[in-house]
T-cell receptor, first 113, second 112 residues
Framework: KAGVTQTPRYLIKTRGQQVTLSCSPI?????VSWYQQTPGQGLQFLFE???????NKGNFPGRFSGRQFSNSRSEMNVSTLELGDSALYLC????????????FGPGTRLLVL | GENVEQHPSTLSVQEGDSAVIKCTYS??????FPWYKQELGKRPQLIID?????GEKKDQRIAVTLNKTAKHFSLHITETQPEDSAVYFC???????????FGTGTQLKVEL
């Protein structure tokens, strides 16, 4: 099976802009979670989608949003970008209801100038 | 919410020695504890996980132990090799989904 894929891999934006990142899970996986990784804060949970519904949400401002489509592909959007949003955004997919192995994608590295 | 503390932040061992990384969690309802390895520039990869109904789990040179009473779990790597050099993250999940709370990571360096 193909692994988790994310597009784009690299992105440069300026403050105030918005960005949309995409994640395609492993075929058959219905859960997609998003994480932000920074040197200072480590790996932090953003949100999780399961069967097109947001099931869990982390402690991020409302500028961070996401959605999941019927084919389980997911997108996350960050509006009004801030310098502090520069990070590696990782998505992870898993096969079923909860606490199953999460397989990470390669990430999208976002740089906000 | 859940909080996971991880120690040490850096660990240097000689090839062939053992390495131990320790994590503590705050939420007694947490019941799933995976460990991820992340090499430089790569994605995190699961190396082993343990559930709260099990005290210890082994997979070749890697083992994880869980002490629910003390709310801590540890990763043990025996006979370390240079390719074990990476950042290791512990995590905890409370259930009701796949939300993972990660520790801050341990940079393991295996020296020849």
């Amino acid at each position: 099976k193909a692994g988790v894929t994310q597009t784009p891999r690299y992105l440069i934006k300026t403050r105030g802009q918005q960005v949309t990142l995409s994640c395609s899970p492993i075929s058959g996986h219905r859960s997609v979670s998003w994480y932000q990784q920074t040197p200072g804060q480590g790996l932090q949970f953003l949100f999780e989608y399961f069967s097109e519904t947001q099931r869990n949400k982390g402690n991020f401002p409302g500028r961070f949003s996401g959605r999941q489509f019927s084919n389980s592909r997911s997108e996350m959007n960050v509006s009004t970008l801030e310098l502090g949003d520069s990070a590696l955004y990782l998505c992870a997919s898993s096969s079923d209801w909860y606490q199953e192995t999460q397989y990470f994608g390669p990430g999208t590295r976002l740089l906000v100038l | 919410g859940e909080n996971v503390e991880q120690h040490p932040s850096t660990l240097s061992v000689q090839e062939g020695d053992s390495a131990v990384i320790k994590c503590t969690y705050s939420d007694s309802a947490s019941n799933y504890f995976p460990w991820y390895k992340q090499e430089l520039g790569k994605r995190p990869q699961l190396i082993i996980d343990i559930r709260s109904n099990v005290g210890e789990k082994k997979d070749q040179r890697i083992a994880v132990t869980l002490n629910k009473t003390a709310k801590h779990f540890s990763l043990h790597i025996t006979e370390t090799q240079p390719e074990d050099s990476a950042v290791y993250f512990c995590a905890a999940s409370t259930g009701g989904g796949n939300k993972l709370t990660f520790g801050t990571g341990t940079q393991l360096k295996v020296e020849l």
